[in-house]
């Protein structure tokens, strides 16, 4: 008897620790894809939702199907989200939707002024549905029993197009008198869809590859996103995005970097990060390995991948069930932390 309460004991500690259906829990990986993207958010009702898919080949596929199936413990794809259309986030995706079923995509479709199609493979890929994506839009997600916060994944902007600010929105003057414009919106990367993740108080922002002059848009002169928690650094890490008007208005709390060995992180973008007063966590997928990394690397206990031949760790975050607090942990060095949540 004793050793069957022992046994029952074990299992209801081990239960709670898999990400497993409706833990309450919202879960969000960043897959190492080498300076491409892929950001993993499992909700706490379960499902799975993939925002970029890395690099074409064989080595990001696998790491983005073990981080679904062997880490997260989950057997499909609810909703794949293509921000635009460059090979370092849709790299992967065709071959993934043949690895694991993918119920909803989710993207810019074939527009007009599309410079960088991805190809008929690309549109002709397996999805039970497929949307294009608008300024506006909500991803329908499933939701926890009433009283419970609510899960919202929301468009703010998509193909340079904006959401409208809410009603009494004020001007954010005071930080729009600062604005500079950069001239670099040659490619898709400023056709990015913008995503702003939402799980009661908690708030995720990820923007792709969007570019500085758009970026622009998003906090002046009203500030369409408000503030958030934690910020995908935009475009790997790159000084072609990252305007310091959006890190000045939306006050993240703590940035996480998919950079590669060489690619992102760049100086002007690291020195933003670290000026930006309200952040309290900043993270690295990878070790910048240039020379100029000397400068530009946060401590080690924050980057979870510190060789050039690395072993694509991960970093992760996972959201209380209160919404009061959320963890980020690079398992591979065992650094975790814990911040509080804004609101
Ligand atoms: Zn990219």
């Known amino acids: 008897m004793k050793t069957l309460l022992t046994l029952v004991a074990l299992l209801v500690a081990i239960v709670p620790a898999l990400a497993g259906e409706a833990d309450k829990r919202l879960d969000i990986y960043w897959i190492d894809t080498e300076g491409g993207a892929a950001t993993l958010l499992v909700t706490p009702m379960g499902e799975t939702v993939l925002i970029d898919a890395g690099n074409p080949g064989r080595r990001d596929l696998d790491r983005i199907v073990k981080t679904i199936t062997e880490i997260a413990g989950r057997k499909q794809i609810d909703h794949l989200v293509t921000t635009h259309y460059h090979s370092d986030h849709f790299g992967g995706m065709l071959e993934l939707s043949q690895a694991i079923p993918v119920k909803n995509l989710w993207d810019n479709g074939e527009f007009e002024g599309l410079k960088d199609h991805p190809g008929k493979a690309y549109?002709?890929?397996?999805?039970?549905?497929?949307?294009?994506?608008?300024?506006?839009?909500?991803?329908?997600?499933?939701?926890?029993?009433?009283?419970?916060?609510?899960?919202?994944?929301?468009?703010?902007?998509?193909?340079?197009?904006?959401?409208?600010?809410?009603?009494?929105?004020?001007?954010?003057?005071?930080?729009?008198?600062?604005?500079?414009?950069?001239?670099?919106?040659?490619?898709?990367?400023?056709?990015?869809?913008?995503?702003?993740?939402?799980?009661?108080?908690?708030?995720?922002?990820?923007?792709?590859?969007?570019?500085?002059?758009?970026?622009?848009?998003?906090?002046?002169?009203?500030?369409?996103?408000?503030?958030?928690?934690?910020?995908?650094?935009?475009?790997?890490?790159?000084?072609?995005?990252?305007?310091?008007?959006?890190?000045?208005?939306?006050?993240?709390r703590v940035a996480i970097m998919n950079n590669g060995t060489t690619k992102g992180c760049a100086p002007e973008v690291f020195a933003n990060l670290q000026e930006t007063k309200s952040l309290q966590g900043f993270y690295q997928i990878h070790k910048n390995l240039r020379p100029d990394g000397e400068k530009n690397n946060v401590a080690a206990e924050f980057i979870a991948n510190q060789e050039k031949n690395c072993s694509g760790n991960h970093i992760q975050l996972s959201v209380a069930a209160d919404t009061k607090s959320y963890t980020v942990a690079i398992p591979a060095n065992k650094h975790e932390k814990t911040y509080a949540t804004r609101d």
Request: glycine letters at 8%; aromatic letters at 6%.
């Open 123 to 252: 549109f002709a890929m397996k999805a039970e549905q497929k949307h294009v994506v608008q300024p506006g839009d909500k991803i329908p997600l499933k939701q926890l029993p009433t009283g419970s916060p609510e899960l919202s994944i929301r468009c703010l902007g998509a193909r340079q197009q904006f959401v409208m600010a809410k009603e009494g929105t004020a001007e954010n003057s005071s930080v729009c008198a600062t604005a500079r414009d950069k001239d670099r919106d040659g490619s898709d990367n400023a056709n990015s869809v913008v995503l702003l993740i939402t799980f009661g108080g908690f708030k995720f922002y990820d923007a792709g590859d969007l570019t500085w002059n758009m970026e622009k848009k998003l906090v002046c002169p009203q500030n369409l996103v408000g503030k958030v928690d934690v910020y995908q650094v935009t475009h790997h890490g790159l000084d072609a995005s990252n305007n310091p008007l959006v890190l000045q208005t939306i006050e993240p």
